[in-house]
C-alpha cells in the first residue's frame, strides 16, 4: 500500500513537472504547446546518451541536459511561436503540433529507432523504508523532482524575472504599457518550460527506455493532470499530476491494469463533463 | 514636452485619427476630452506605440518617438494607465509595484518611491500583500496610478481613470493625480466626464470623430459655445 | 480579460456569407482537377505510384468530413481516427462475424459511429475551444484502449483479418485501380454533399457559430444542436471511410487509429484552410503524398514534413484556401483590366 503510494508519486512527480512546465507557457503566452512531450523525451536521450554513451558525470549531465532542452524551448518561441504573435491561438497551437512532429523524427535521425536506456543512477541495493521497498534511483528521481520544484516556486515568487513572468501572463499588453520586455520574457519562459521537461526526460530515462514516442504518449496523459488541476494554475497542475499517478496506480492495481492507459482519459472526461473549471477550480484573472 | 503633427491612425481600412495635431506643455496637466468613440484612447495608444500611425510624427522632448517600441517609449519617461486599470490580477500589489520598476536604471530610487506611492494611497500599503484580483475598483486605479509612477515618468497618461468609480472615490483619485502633478510630472487626462477633466486641466483638447476641432486653455474653451458639441459627440 | 481585449483590440465587423454567384473560375478550376482525377490512372506508370493513388480518396473523404466540426463550426474535435476507427471495426465485426453483406455493414457501422458522436457531443459540445479539444482527445485514447482490450471482439492488437472486400452489382472489387475509382466516386459525393451544406442555411449557421457562438446564439442560432449535427456528419464521413479502408485492405489493427493519426487528419484541414473545401481537397491530397514525395531523403524525411508543415502555417495561416481565394481575387481583378495595387 504504502509501497504504491511512493511509486504513484513518484510517477505523479514527473507528471507534475511536465504539467508545470507546459503551465508556464500556456500562462505567458496562451498556447497548449504540443511539442512539450518531444522536449521530455529529448531530455530522456540527451540523458541517456551523455550518461551511458558518453559516460559523463551524472550531475553534469543533468545539467547538460537542461540546458541543451531549455535551447529548444528558447528556439521554439524565435521559430515558431513569435512568427505567429498576433496570429489566432489555434495556428500557434497547430503550428507547435507541427514542431512536435519535426522534434519526434529529429530524434529518429539522431538516435536513430532503437530505444536508448540509461543506466541505473545510484546503485541496485533496494532500500526498504516502512515496509516499503524503492530502488535509490527512486529515490533520488523525488529528491530531484522536489528540489526543481522548490527552486522554481522561489523563482517565479522571489525573483524579479518571476514576477515578471506572472506579471506577462496576467496582462501582456499591461506588462508592454509598463516597459517590460515582453519579447524577451517570453522567450525566457519558454526556455525555462524546456529545462524543468528536459529535466523530467532526464529522470524518467533511468525508469523507461528511451523511445521516440514517449513523449507524445506522456504528453496526453499531462493534459489530464492540467485539466485536474484547472487549467491555468501551477499548484494545480502539482496537484493535478500527483494525483493522476496516484489514481493510475492504484486503479491498475486494484481494478484492471490491461486499462492502465485509459484511467488518465477516463478521468480527464469526467472533469471536464462534471467540473470544466478543475477540481480546485479557477483563481479569477485565470486566463481561458 | 510631447507634440503630435498630423497623427492619422486607422485600423484596416478605415481612419480612426485624422491628421491630429496638438502640443502637451510640460509640466502642467492637460486634458483630451471627446465623446465615446472619438479617437481619445487610440491617441494615447499611438502615443505609447501600442498601434503605429499611419501617417505624422510624435516627438517626445523633441525626439521622434514616432515607430518605436512600447517598452522604449515607457523607458523614456512615459506611463500610460490603460483604460479598466489593467492591474495583474494574480500578483499581490507589492510585486505588482515591483515589476513596473522593470525600465528603471536607478535600482537606488525604488524604495523612496514605494514609500511615495504609499504616501498617496495609505490603503495599497494596508493591501500590500493582497493580490491584485481581490482589491475594488477605486483600489485597482489607485494601484493602476502607483504603478505607472514607479517607473518614473516624465509625463503620466490616463485613461478613464474615473470610469466605473464611486463619485467619493473619483474624488479621492484626483486630487492624488492633483498632488503627482504638483510634484513635477506632466500629466495627460482622457476623460468622458469632460466637467471632471477641465475641473483639473490647465489644457484642454477636444477630438470628435478623430478630428481634433477645439484646442487652448481650458479656461478659453470653458466659453467656447462649440463644447457643447464635444459633450454630445455630435 | 477577454471583454477587455476585445475592448482594446481593433474592432471587427462580423463576417457574413453571401449567397455567391456560380463562380465561373471555381467551376472551371473543379471541372479541370476531376479531369485529372478520372484520368489519373492512364497516366501513372508504374504500380507503386497506382498504390499511392489508390487511397487519396480516402483522405479526401476524411478530411472533408472533419471539415463539419472543425472547418465550418470551428470547434477542434481530436477524435477523428476514432470515429474512423469505429467505423473499420464495426464493418469489418459485421462482415466476418455475421457475414454481412458489405453495404448493409457500411450503414449499420455509420448508425454505431453515429451513437457514439452523438453521446460524446452531448457530453462535450458545451465545454469552450481548449477544453472541447481535451475532452475528444480523450474520448480518441479511450476508444483506443478500448479496441486494444476488448480482445474476443475486436482481436486486440492482432486485430481483424480476412475482411472481405466491397461488392458492387455482384463484383468483387480487387486491384488498385478499381479501389482508386470506388475511392473516388465517394469523395466526389462527399465534396458535393459537403458543398450543398455549406451553401445551404445549416452551413452559413455553423460559420455563423465560428465566428462567435454568442452573437450566433443572439441571432437566433441553436449552436448547440448545430454543432452537434456537425459532429455527427463528421462521424458519419469517417465512419464511411472507415468501412471502405477496411474492406479494402483486409486487415486493420488498432494502430492505425491512434491520436496520431487524428492530428495528420486536423493537419490536412489546417493546411487546406478551415471551411475551404478545395484548399482541403488538395491539403488532404499534398499532405498524404507528402511522406513518400520526400521519402528520397531516408531518414530526414518525417523531420522535413513536420518543418514543411510549420513553415505553411506560417506562410499561409488561412491554409491553401486562403491562398487559393487570395490568388483568384487578384486573377479576376486582372482580368476585369483593374489594377493591382
Same mark, same amino acid.
Given at each position: 500500500?504504502?509501497?504504491?503510494?511512493?511509486?504513484?508519486?513518484?510517477?505523479?512527480? +514527473?507528471?507534475?513537472?511536465?504539467?508545470?512546465?507546459?503551465?508556464?507557457?500556456?500562462?505567458?503566452?496562451?498556447?497548449?504547446?504540443?511539442?512539450?512531450?518531444?522536449?521530455?523525451?529529448?531530455?530522456?536521450?540527451?540523458?541517456?546518451?551523455?550518461?551511458?554513451?558518453?559516460?559523463?558525470?551524472?550531475?553534469?549531465?543533468?545539467?547538460?541536459?537542461?540546458?541543451?532542452?531549455?535551447?529548444?524551448?528558447?528556439?521554439?518561441?524565435?521559430?515558431?511561436?513569435?512568427?505567429?504573435?498576433?496570429?489566432?491561438?489555434?495556428?500557434?497551437?497547430?503550428?507547435?503540433?507541427?514542431?512536435?512532429?519535426?522534434?519526434?523524427?529529429?530524434?529518429?535521425?539522431?538516435?536513430?529507432?532503437?530505444?536508448?536506456?540509461?543506466?541505473?543512477?545510484?546503485?541496485?541495493?533496494?532500500?526498504?523504508?516502512?515496509?516499503?521497498?524503492?530502488?535509490?534511483?527512486?529515490?533520488?528521481?523525488?529528491?530531484?523532482?522536489?528540489?526543481?520544484?522548490?527552486?522554481?516556486?522561489?523563482?517565479?515568487?522571489?525573483?524579479?524575472?518571476?514576477?515578471?513572468?506572472?506579471?506577462?501572463?496576467?496582462?501582456?499588453?499591461?506588462?508592454?504599457?509598463?516597459?517590460?520586455?515582453?519579447?524577451?520574457?517570453?522567450?525566457?519562459?519558454?526556455?525555462?518550460?524546456?529545462?524543468?521537461?528536459?529535466?523530467?526526460?532526464?529522470?524518467?530515462?533511468?525508469?523507461?527506455?528511451?523511445?521516440?514516442?514517449?513523449?507524445?504518449?506522456?504528453?496526453?496523459?499531462?493534459?489530464?493532470? +492540467?485539466?485536474?488541476?484547472?487549467?491555468?494554475?501551477?499548484?494545480?497542475?502539482?496537484?493535478?499530476?500527483?494525483?493522476?499517478?496516484?489514481?493510475?496506480?492504484?486503479?491498475?492495481?486494484?481494478?484492471?491494469?490491461?486499462?492502465?492507459?485509459?484511467?488518465?482519459?477516463?478521468?480527464?472526461?469526467?472533469?471536464?463533463?462534471?467540473?470544466?473549471?478543475?477540481?480546485?477550480?479557477?483563481?479569477?484573472?485565470?486566463?481561458? | 514636452?510631447?507634440?503630435?503633427?498630423?497623427?492619422?491612425?486607422?485600423?484596416?481600412?478605415?481612419?480612426?485619427?485624422?491628421?491630429?495635431?496638438?502640443?502637451?506643455?510640460?509640466?502642467?496637466?492637460?486634458?483630451?476630452?471627446?465623446?465615446?468613440?472619438?479617437?481619445?484612447?487610440?491617441?494615447?495608444?499611438?502615443?505609447?506605440?501600442?498601434?503605429?500611425?499611419?501617417?505624422?510624427?510624435?516627438?517626445?522632448?523633441?525626439?521622434?518617438?514616432?515607430?518605436?517600441?512600447?517598452?522604449?517609449?515607457?523607458?523614456?519617461?512615459?506611463?500610460?494607465?490603460?483604460?479598466?486599470?489593467?492591474?495583474?490580477?494574480?500578483?499581490?500589489? /507589492?510585486?505588482?509595484?515591483?515589476?513596473?520598476?522593470?525600465?528603471?536604471?536607478?535600482?537606488?530610487?525604488?524604495?523612496?518611491?514605494?514609500?511615495?506611492?504609499?504616501? /498617496?494611497?495609505?490603503?495599497?500599503?494596508?493591501?500590500?500583500?493582497? /493580490?491584485?484580483?481581490?482589491?475594488?475598483?477605486?483600489?485597482?486605479?489607485?494601484?493602476?496610478?502607483?504603478?505607472?509612477?514607479?517607473?518614473?515618468?516624465?509625463?503620466?497618461?490616463?485613461?478613464?481613470?474615473?470610469?466605473?468609480?464611486?463619485?467619493?472615490?473619483?474624488?479621492?483619485?484626483?486630487?492624488?493625480?492633483?498632488?503627482?502633478?504638483?510634484?513635477?510630472?506632466?500629466?495627460?487626462?482622457?476623460?468622458?466626464?469632460?466637467?471632471?477633466?477641465?475641473?483639473?486641466?490647465?489644457?484642454?483638447?477636444?477630438?470628435?470623430?478623430?478630428?481634433?476641432? /477645439?484646442?487652448?486653455?481650458?479656461?478659453?474653451?470653458?466659453?467656447?459655445?462649440?463644447?457643447?458639441?464635444?459633450?454630445?459627440?455630435? | 480579460?477577454?471583454?477587455?481585449?476585445?475592448?482594446?483590440?481593433?474592432? !471587427?465587423?462580423?463576417?457574413?456569407?453571401?449567397?455567391?454567384?456560380?463562380?465561373?473560375?471555381?467551376?472551371?478550376?473543379?471541372?479541370?482537377?476531376?479531369?485529372?482525377?478520372?484520368?489519373?490512372?492512364?497516366?501513372?506508370?508504374?504500380?507503386?505510384?497506382?498504390?499511392?493513388?489508390?487511397?487519396?480518396?480516402?483522405?479526401?473523404?476524411?478530411?472533408?468530413?472533419?471539415?463539419?466540426?472543425?472547418?465550418?463550426?470551428? !470547434?477542434?474535435?481530436?477524435?477523428?481516427?476514432?470515429?474512423?476507427?469505429?467505423?473499420?471495426?464495426?464493418?469489418?465485426?459485421?462482415?466476418?462475424?455475421?457475414?454481412?453483406?458489405?453495404?448493409?455493414?457500411?450503414?449499420?457501422?455509420?448508425?454505431?459511429?453515429?451513437?457514439?458522436?452523438?453521446?460524446?457531443?452531448?457530453?462535450?459540445?458545451?465545454?469552450?475551444?481548449?477544453?472541447?479539444?481535451?475532452?475528444?482527445?480523450?474520448?480518441?485514447?479511450?476508444?483506443?484502449?478500448?479496441?486494444?482490450?476488448?480482445?474476443?471482439?475486436?482481436?486486440?492488437?492482432?486485430?481483424?483479418?480476412?475482411?472481405?472486400?466491397?461488392?458492387?452489382?455482384?463484383?468483387?472489387?480487387?486491384?488498385?485501380?478499381?479501389?482508386?475509382?470506388?475511392?473516388?466516386?465517394?469523395?466526389?459525393?462527399?465534396?458535393?454533399?459537403?458543398?450543398?451544406?455549406?451553401?445551404?442555411?445549416?452551413?452559413?449557421?455553423?460559420?455563423?457559430?465560428?465566428?462567435?457562438?454568442?452573437?450566433?446564439?443572439?441571432?437566433?442560432?441553436?449552436?448547440?444542436?448545430?454543432?452537434?449535427?456537425?459532429?455527427?456528419?463528421?462521424?458519419?464521413?469517417?465512419?464511411?471511410?472507415?468501412?471502405?479502408?477496411?474492406?479494402?485492405?483486409?486487415?486493420?489493427?488498432?494502430?492505425?487509429?491512434?491520436?496520431?493519426?487524428?492530428?495528420?487528419?486536423?493537419?490536412?484541414?489546417?493546411?487546406?484552410?478551415?471551411?475551404?473545401?478545395?484548399?482541403?481537397?488538395?491539403?488532404?491530397?499534398?499532405?498524404?503524398?507528402?511522406?513518400?514525395?520526400?521519402?528520397?531523403?531516408? !531518414?530526414?524525411?518525417?523531420?522535413?514534413?513536420?518543418?514543411?508543415?510549420?513553415?505553411?502555417?506560417?506562410?499561409?495561416?488561412?491554409?491553401?484556401?486562403?491562398?487559393?481565394?487570395?490568388?483568384?481575387?487578384?486573377?479576376?481583378?486582372?482580368?476585369?483590366?483593374?489594377? !493591382?495595387?
Amino acid at each position: 500500500m504504502l509501497e504504491l503510494a511512493l511509486r504513484g508519486l513518484i510517477t505523479g512527480g +514527473v507528471y507534475a513537472l511536465l504539467a508545470v512546465s507546459l503551465i508556464l507557457i500556456w500562462n505567458a503566452s496562451g498556447v497548449v504547446n504540443f511539442a512539450q512531450g518531444e522536449w521530455l523525451m529529448f531530455g530522456a536521450f540527451i540523458g541517456a546518451w551523455l550518461v551511458s554513451k558518453l559516460h559523463i558525470n551524472v550531475v553534469l549531465a543533468l545539467l547538460l541536459t537542461a540546458l541543451l532542452v531549455g535551447a529548444l524551448g528558447y528556439l521554439l518561441e524565435v521559430t515558431t511561436y513569435h512568427p505567429l504573435r498576433g496570429q489566432p491561438h489555434k495556428s500557434q497551437v497547430i503550428a507547435t503540433i507541427g514542431v512536435s512532429v519535426a522534434l519526434e523524427n529529429l530524434a529518429m535521425v539522431i538516435w536513430g529507432v532503437y530505444p536508448i536506456s540509461m543506466p541505473p543512477l545510484f546503485g541496485k541495493e533496494p532500500i526498504h523504508f516502512l515496509g516499503a521497498t524503492l530502488l535509490p534511483q527512486e529515490i533520488g528521481i523525488s529528491v530531484v523532482t522536489i528540489l526543481l520544484l522548490g527552486v522554481l516556486g522561489l523563482v517565479m515568487t522571489r525573483t524579479m524575472f518571476g514576477k515578471q513572468v506572472r506579471a506577462v501572463s496576467n496582462d501582456e499588453q499591461a506588462a508592454q504599457l509598463l516597459g517590460l520586455p515582453v519579447n524577451r520574457i517570453l522567450r525566457l519562459t519558454f526556455a525555462a518550460s524546456g529545462v524543468i521537461a528536459g529535466i523530467a526526460g532526464f529522470l524518467v530515462a533511468p525508469l523507461y527506455f528511451a523511445t521516440t514516442t514517449m513523449g507524445a504518449s506522456l504528453l496526453l496523459k499531462t493534459f489530464a493532470a +492540467v485539466v485536474v488541476g484547472g487549467f491555468g494554475s501551477i499548484p494545480g497542475a502539482l496537484v493535478g499530476g500527483f494525483s493522476l499517478g496516484l489514481i493510475e496506480i492504484f486503479a491498475t492495481n486494484y481494478i484492471s491494469s490491461a486499462y492502465k492507459d485509459a484511467y488518465a482519459f477516463i478521468i480527464l472526461m469526467a472533469v471536464l463533463i462534471v467540473r470544466p473549471g478543475g477540481i480546485f477550480g479557477e483563481r479569477v484573472g485565470d486566463k481561458v | 514636452m510631447l507634440e503630435l503633427r498630423q497623427v492619422t491612425v486607422a485600423y484596416g481600412a478605415s481612419p480612426v485619427l485624422h491628421s491630429v495635431s496638438f502640443e502637451v506643455p510640460s509640466g502642467a496637466c492637460s486634458a483630451l476630452i471627446g465623446a465615446n468613440g472619438a479617437g481619445k484612447t487610440t491617441t494615447l495608444r499611438a502615443i505609447s506605440g501600442l498601434v503605429r500611425p499611419r501617417q505624422g510624427q510624435i516627438l517626445f522632448e523633441g525626439q521622434d518617438i514616432t515607430n518605436w517600441a512600447p517598452e522604449r517609449i515607457t523607458a523614456a519617461g512615459i506611463s500610460h494607465v490603460p483604460e479598466g486599470r489593467r492591474i495583474f490580477a494574480g500578483l499581490t500589489v /507589492l510585486e505588482n509595484l515591483e515589476v513596473a520598476t522593470t525600465p528603471r536604471k536607478d535600482r537606488s530610487g525604488v524604495k523612496s518611491d514605494l514609500v511615495q506611492v504609499y504616501t /498617496l494611497f495609505p490603503r495599497l500599503h494596508e493591501r500590500r500583500t493582497q /493580490l491584485g484580483w481581490s482589491l475594488s475598483g477605486g483600489e485597482q486605479q489607485m494601484l493602476a496610478i502607483g504603478r505607472a509612477i514607479m517607473a518614473r515618468p516624465r509625463l503620466l497618461m490616463l485613461d478613464e481613470a474615473s470610469l466605473g468609480l464611486a463619485p467619493l472615490v473619483v474624488v479621492e483619485v484626483y486630487k492624488a493625480i492633483q498632488e503627482i502633478n504638483r510634484q513635477g510630472i506632466t500629466v495627460l487626462l482622457v476623460e468622458q466626464n469632460v466637467s471632471l477633466a477641465m475641473r483639473l486641466a490647465q489644457w484642454s483638447y477636444a477630438l470628435q470623430r478623430g478630428v481634433l476641432t /477645439l484646442s487652448g486653455t481650458t479656461n478659453d474653451l470653458k466659453n467656447d459655445p462649440r463644447l457643447r458639441e464635444v459633450y454630445l459627440g455630435a | 480579460m477577454n471583454e477587455l481585449a476585445t475592448k482594446f483590440n481593433v474592432p !471587427q465587423a462580423p463576417s457574413r456569407m453571401k449567397g455567391s454567384p456560380p463562380d465561373r473560375w471555381s467551376q472551371i478550376g473543379w471541372a479541370a482537377a476531376l479531369g485529372v482525377a478520372l484520368l489519373l490512372p492512364v497516366l501513372l506508370t508504374t504500380r507503386y505510384q497506382m498504390t499511392l493513388a489508390s487511397n487519396l480518396g480516402m483522405y479526401v473523404l476524411l478530411a472533408v468530413g472533419l471539415n463539419f466540426i472543425y472547418g465550418y463550426a470551428g !470547434q477542434m474535435a481530436f477524435c477523428h481516427a476514432a470515429f474512423w476507427g469505429i467505423g473499420a471495426y464495426a464493418s469489418a465485426i459485421f462482415a466476418t462475424k455475421f457475414a454481412m453483406n458489405f453495404w448493409v455493414g457500411m450503414a449499420a457501422a455509420a448508425v454505431v459511429t453515429l451513437l457514439v458522436a452523438l453521446a460524446l457531443g452531448a457530453a462535450t459540445l458545451r465545454l469552450k475551444f481548449y477544453y472541447f479539444g481535451l475532452a475528444t482527445m480523450g474520448a480518441g485514447e479511450i476508444i483506443h484502449t478500448v479496441i486494444v482490450n476488448w480482445e474476443n471482439v475486436t482481436g486486440g492488437v492482432g486485430g481483424i483479418t480476412r475482411i472481405p472486400p466491397p461488392t458492387l452489382f455482384g463484383h468483387a472489387l480487387s486491384g488498385e485501380k478499381e479501389f482508386y475509382y470506388f475511392w473516388l466516386a465517394f469523395a466526389l459525393i462527399g465534396i458535393f454533399v459537403a458543398h450543398r451544406i455549406e451553401k445551404s442555411r445549416f452551413g452559413r449557421s455553423l460559420i455563423a457559430i465560428r465566428e462567435g457562438e454568442s452573437s450566433a446564439e443572439a441571432m437566433g442560432v441553436p449552436a448547440f444542436s448545430r454543432k452537434l449535427l456537425a459532429l455527427c456528419l463528421s462521424a458519419i464521413y469517417a465512419s464511411v471511410a472507415g468501412s471502405i479502408f477496411a474492406s479494402q485492405t483486409a486487415f486493420i489493427s488498432p494502430e492505425s487509429f491512434t491520436t496520431h493519426t487524428t492530428i495528420t487528419f486536423v493537419l490536412m484541414v489546417i493546411v487546406g484552410g478551415r471551411g475551404s473545401l478545395p484548399g482541403i481537397t488538395v491539403g488532404a491530397i499534398v499532405l498524404s503524398l507528402l511522406p513518400e514525395l520526400l521519402r528520397g531523403l531516408k !531518414q530526414y524525411y518525417m523531420l522535413l514534413y513536420g518543418i514543411a508543415i510549420v513553415v505553411l502555417i506560417i506562410v499561409w495561416p488561412n491554409g491553401l484556401g486562403g491562398a487559393l481565394s487570395k490568388l483568384s481575387k487578384q486573377v479576376r481583378s486582372i482580368a476585369k483590366g483593374g489594377a !493591382q495595387p
